[in-house]
């Protein structure tokens, strides 16, 4: 089985850093996605990561350790919009075609 | 916007109903996948269709159903409806169910069992 963990929420200041963290265990997989959903709306594709380390997209940056079961979503310059919440996603494994969720983490950015 | 649409956008029926709940792919899309969203469970994958076929199954209740029909858009069928069954339902569309492939989101259909 696969099992997923994110802080279920975080605040940080507009203009700053936040880091989000996502842990995981499973008995395989292609790749790790990161995914932002603004309340009651459709989760929104932000990131993919196959190898292990930085991937870089204007403001966003994921990371991905395959050896320490660990990958994080760096949010830079942080604006009011990015409040939302950020799922963490384990992409296929062997045999399976579907996306595994974390519960997401909700961030809240505040002036 | 995603490409992908869902209709209707909002639901509320009473328990014991049916309801069926719609979905389009992206154009160029052959996959399409469905997943309740409820505030304590997260996203729970229920089911994928590639391209009129079931390709795999997640925790989906007996009682729903779902299928692709040849110009590929999809419905997800919900029986015997119970106050638990109150969620957010998203479907999502892929060009193919391969490795890598980025799922894109239709808008939801938010359904309210009373």
């Known amino acids: 089985g696969q099992n997923i963990d994110q802080p279920t929420e975080m605040t940080a200041t507009e203009g700053a850093i936040v880091q989000i963290n996502c842990t995981y265990q499973?008995?395989?997989?292609?790749?790790l996605f990161w995914y932002q959903q603004h309340a009651g709306e459709a989760p929104t594709f932000l990131s993919y990561n196959v190898l292990d380390g930085l991937e870089e997209k204007g403001r966003f940056s994921s990371f991905l350790s395959r050896s320490k079961g660990y990958s994080y979503l760096l949010l830079k310059e942080l604006q009011m919009k990015d409040s939302a919440s950020y799922l963490c996603a384990l992409g296929p494994g062997a045999g399976s075609y579907q996306l595994t969720f974390g519960k997401g983490t909700k961030l809240s950015v505040i002036p | 916007d995603s490409g992908v649409t869902q209709t209707p956008k909002h639901l509320i029926t009473a328990t014991g109903q049916r309801v069926t709940l719609r979905c389009s792919p992206r154009?160029?899309?052959?996959?399409v996948y469905w997943y309740q969203q409820s505030l304590d469970q997260g996203l729970q994958f229920l089911i994928q269709y590639y391209n009129g076929e079931e390709r795999a199954k997640g925790n989906i209740l007996e009682r729903f159903s779902a299928q692709q029909f040849p110009d590929l858009h999809s419905e997800l069928n919900l029986s015997s409806l119970e106050l638990g069954d109150s969620a957010l339902y998203f479907c999502a569309s892929s060009v193919a169910p391969g490795v890598g492939e980025t799922q894109y989101f239709g808008p939801g259909t938010r359904l309210l069992v009373l």
């Open positions: 154009s160029g899309d052959l996959s």
């Open positions: 499973t008995s395989g997989f292609n790749g």
